[in-house]
C-alpha cells in the first residue's frame, strides 16, 4: 500500500482498487482459507515487497485491506486518523518529524545492501545494512527492522570480511580473557587488517564492533556488559572457568 504525502493533507483516503479484491478473494477461493488465515499470511509475506515506505505499520494495512473490504468506513477513519497524527508529530524545532522520511531510508538501504552483496560489494553491503536498521528502529517500525535484522545476520555469516576480522578477534580474545571491547583495538597491529576489503582503507572501530556483535550473536564469544563497555571472553575459556 504506497501512498504520497497528499495523505497527510487531503480529506479523501486512499482508495484499494476493486480488482485488487477480485483477485484475493479468487486466491482465497484457491487456497481454502479462511480470513484469520490470509491476515496472518498478509502480515508474514508484507516484507517481500519492495516498497519505497510504509507510512502505516503492516498491521494497520492488513486491517485497511478488511476494512475496505467490509465496507467499514469507520474502521478505516480511525486508522488512517491515527496514522496521520503518528506521523505528523512535531519535533523539537517545531518541523514535522515525518517518520515516511525514516522509512523511506530504511528501504532505500535495503535495497543498495541487497544489491551491493549480489555485487560480492561486502563493505557496503554491511554499511547499508546498518544504515537500514537504524532507519526502522527510528521509525520505530518493529516488523520492518525485525526483519532486516534477520536479513542483516544472514549476510554476517557470507561476509568474508567478517570471517577473517572475527578469527583475528577471537584469537586476540583468547590471549587476553576479559579483555574490554573499548580496548580491543590497541592489542595489535593495523597490518594485520591489509586484506581485509578490498578498499585502501584501515579498518574502523565501527567494523570491529560489527564483528564482536555478530561474533556474540554467533555463539563465538561472550560479551559481557561491564559500564559503558564489554568484557570479551571465548566460549571454550567461559567453559573453562565454570569447571574450575
Known amino acids: 500500500?504506497?501512498?504520497?504525502?497528499?495523505?497527510?493533507?487531503?480529506?479523501?483516503?486512499?482508495?484499494?482498487?476493486e480488482f485488487a479484491f477480485a483477485r484475493m478473494a479468487e486466491l482465497q477461493t484457491f487456497?481454502?482459507?479462511?480470513?484469520?488465515?490470509?491476515?496472518?499470511?498478509?502480515?508474514?509475506?508484507?516484507?517481500?515487497?519492495?516498497?519505497?515506505?510504509?507510512?502505516?505499520?503492516?498491521?494497520?494495512c492488513?486491517?485497511?485491506?478488511?476494512?475496505?473490504?467490509?465496507?467499514?468506513?469507520?474502521k478505516m477513519k480511525a486508522i488512517y486518523d491515527k496514522g496521520k497524527s503518528q506521523n505528523l508529530k512535531k519535533g523539537s524545532n517545531g518541523e514535522s518529524a515525518l517518520i515516511i522520511g525514516r522509512l523511506e531510508t530504511g528501504y532505500r538501504n535495503l535495497v543498495i545492501a541487497q544489491r551491493a552483496a549480489y555485487a560480492a560489494d561486502y563493505l557496503k553491503s554491511r554499511m547499508s545494512y546498518t544504515k537500514c536498521v537504524e532507519s526502522f528502529k527510528q521509525a520505530d517500525a518493529t516488523f520492518e527492522r525485525?526483519?532486516?535484522?534477520?536479513?542483516?545476520?544472514?549476510?554476517?555469516?557470507?561476509?568474508p570480511g567478517f570471517k577473517k576480522l572475527s578469527k583475528i578477534l577471537c584469537d586476540v580474545i583468547k590471549k587476553f580473557p576479559g579483555i574490554l571491547q573499548s580496548e580491543i583495538m590497541k592489542k595489535f597491529e593495523s597490518g594485520d587488517w591489509s586484506d581485509m576489503y578490498d578498499y585502501n582503507r584501515p579498518v574502523l572501530k565501527d567494523d570491529v564492533y560489527y564483528a564482536l556483535y555478530f561474533a556474540d550473536k554467533f555463539g563465538m564469544i561472550v560479551?559481557?556488559?561491564?559500564?559503558?563497555?564489554?568484557?570479551?571472553?571465548?566460549?571454550?575459556?567461559?567453559?573453562?572457568?565454570?569447571?574450575?
Do not use: C
Request: charged fraction near 35%; hydrophobic fraction near 35%.
Open 31 to 60: 487456497l481454502n482459507i479462511s480470513d484469520e488465515q490470509l491476515s496472518k499470511d498478509m502480515k508474514e509475506h508484507w516484507f517481500e515487497f519492495q516498497t519505497p515506505y510504509h507510512i502505516l505499520s503492516v498491521d494497520d
Open 146 to 159: 525485525e526483519k532486516a535484522e534477520k536479513m542483516f545476520e544472514d549476510f554476517a555469516k557470507k561476509d
Open 62 to 74: 492488513v486491517a485497511i485491506y478488511f476494512a475496505e473490504k467490509t465496507h467499514d468506513n469507520e
Open 223 to 244: 560479551r559481557n556488559k561491564k559500564g559503558r563497555t564489554y568484557e570479551l571472553f571465548v566460549k571454550q575459556e567461559i567453559a573453562n572457568d565454570s569447571e574450575m
Open 1 to 17: 500500500m504506497q501512498f504520497s504525502l497528499d495523505f497527510f493533507f487531503d480529506s479523501e483516503h486512499p482508495k484499494i482498487v
